[in-house]
């Protein structure tokens, strides 16, 4: 009865195919039933720091946590730079590349305190940022330490019409260090760049730059059952078959066995089918409601702070839909 | 076709347990689930969806019913109903894990 349950529940992973895909008749998944889901739905954080966190979800349609990956990636508004006005550029790289390297710098300031602007009007202090950034290289050096490096540090913020009041000191627009200050451009004795930048409100599905992830992802838990004993050099290939952590080997009346420590390190490259003898040692499969989401952050917003506006973006979506059907009704 | 900038139009049928609706502005990010909802409705026969032109941001969704008693529009405000209570049970189930996590962290 557990192997029918298992089977039910997990996608095998064999050689060449994988088998037991279809989920059953709709009608059939619980995990699309609200009460179901109610009850068993569970979410355990495995890590959290401040620009990543791992958590896995059980008990929850696949469709369900790929919308959730496909709204943090093309959804999630932030603020960028999409209009720059160059006053002066002798540096070596083009006023266009210029402008398109700052454009994909993360902007570190909370979306949610501007709207989005209207084609055709003037930026004000409500759906703008503007930045200012000068810097001339002193002319006559000759060394290398005469040049200088252009970076995200060089910004200098400038605040629109009653922007000044709406920061704490401190916590001011500025753009996201990545470990150390992002290099724009290298400007040698004598050069300069000048120039206006201004932040605009859009997201992912706009263009790139506006993604407040630096990706986020999701696999099936994996499963690894180990059909029979392994030992001695087998055991140690089989080890090297699976990500480090996965399989490990203990030791067992003077002889080396392999057994399963973590499976959900795994990342079910299928590489345990190179080797004939430790083909059919394993039996792999990946859970059909049970996952493992990673969201890494830009630096914009924290990865919790992403997860949840994800979720209320999708809310947001129901809502207004079920509103848009009710006027509907009422018009026909 | 009418309501073309509206969020929800309809393709025109005399039929109304078996609609075609025209979600304007939506993608695989809300069809994918929104079918395997509707689908899992025991009065729905067929409920699917399709982006009819790539460069287009929108999707029909067709919802058949199984008798003429039940309205398709009454599925599809079921299943967005149904969406939108996962979501805020993800959410709150979220903030839990998160409160958990951080809990055991800190000692």
Not at chain 1, 19 to 29: D, S
Not at chain 1, 180 to 194: F, N, R
Not at chain 1, 246 to 274: C, M, Q, W, Y
Not at chain 1, 290 to 312: Q, W
Request: charged fraction near 30%; aromatic fraction near 8%.
């Amino acid at each position: 009865m557990e192997h029918f349950d298992r089977l039910k529940s997990r996608i095998i992973v064999e050689e060449h195919s994988l088998t037991n895909v279809t989920t059953g008749h709709p009608e059939e998944r619980n995990v699309l039933k609200l009460d179901f889901f109610k009850k068993n739905f569970k979410i355990n954080v495995l890590s959290l720091d401040e620009s990543r966190i791992v958590f896995e979800l059980i008990n929850i349609e696949f469709s369900f946590v790929n919308a959730l990956r496909r709204v943090l990636l093309s959804e999630v508004p932030t603020m960028a730079f999409d209009r720059i006005v160059i006053l002066n550029n002798t540096s070596v790289l083009q006023d266009e590349i210029l402008a398109q390297r700052i454009g994909l710098c993360p902007v570190k300031v909370d979306p949610d305190l501007f709207t989005e602007r209207t084609e055709g009007t003037e930026p004000s202090e409500k759906d703008a940022l503007e930045f200012k950034l000068h810097i001339k290289c002193e002319k006559g050096g000759k060394r290398e330490s005469d040049r200088r490096d252009v970076t995200t540090a060089d910004f200098v913020w400038v605040p629109l019409g009653d922007q000044a009041n709406m920061f704490v000191e401190g916590e001011e627009p500025c753009l996201v260090d990545v470990e150390s200050p992002i290099v724009l451009t290298k400007l040698l004795p004598g050069q300069e760049v000048d120039l206006i930048a201004q932040c605009f409100k859009s997201n992912g599905g706009d263009h790139a730059k506006f993604q407040p992830v630096a990706t986020a992802w999701y696999k099936p838990l994996p499963q690894i059952v180990l059909k029979r004993r392994i030992a001695g050099e087998a055991a140690r290939r089989l080890q090297s078959c699976f990500s480090p952590g996965v399989i490990d080997i203990h030791v067992e009346n003077g002889e080396e066995v392999a057994r399963v420590a973590n499976p959900r390190l795994d990342t079910i490259s299928r590489n345990v089918f190179k080797y004939d003898d430790l083909s059919d040692s394993v039996e792999l499969s990946m859970a059909k409601d049970h996952f493992i989401f990673t969201v890494e952050s830009t630096g914009i917003l924290s990865p919790m702070d992403l997860v949840k506006r994800a979720i209320r973006i999708l809310i947001t979506k129901a809502q207004r839909m079920l509103h848009e059907l009710n006027k509907f009704e009422d018009a026909s | 076709m009418e309501g073309a900038e509206r969020k929800i139009a309809k393709v025109p049928s005399s039929d109304d347990s078996c609609v075609t609706f025209i979600l304007n502005d939506e993608t695989h990010t809300i069809g994918q689930p929104l079918h395997m909802l509707i689908n899992n409705q025991p009065e729905v026969e067929f409920a699917g969806y399709s982006v009819p032109h790539i460069l287009e941001k929108k999707i029909n969704f067709r919802i058949q019913t199984k008798s003429q008693d039940h309205l398709a529009v009454d599925s599809l405000r079921q299943g967005l109903s149904d969406f939108e209570r996962f979501w805020r049970h993800a959410d709150a189930t979220f903030d839990n894990a998160v409160q958990r996590f951080s809990n055991s962290t800190t000692h």
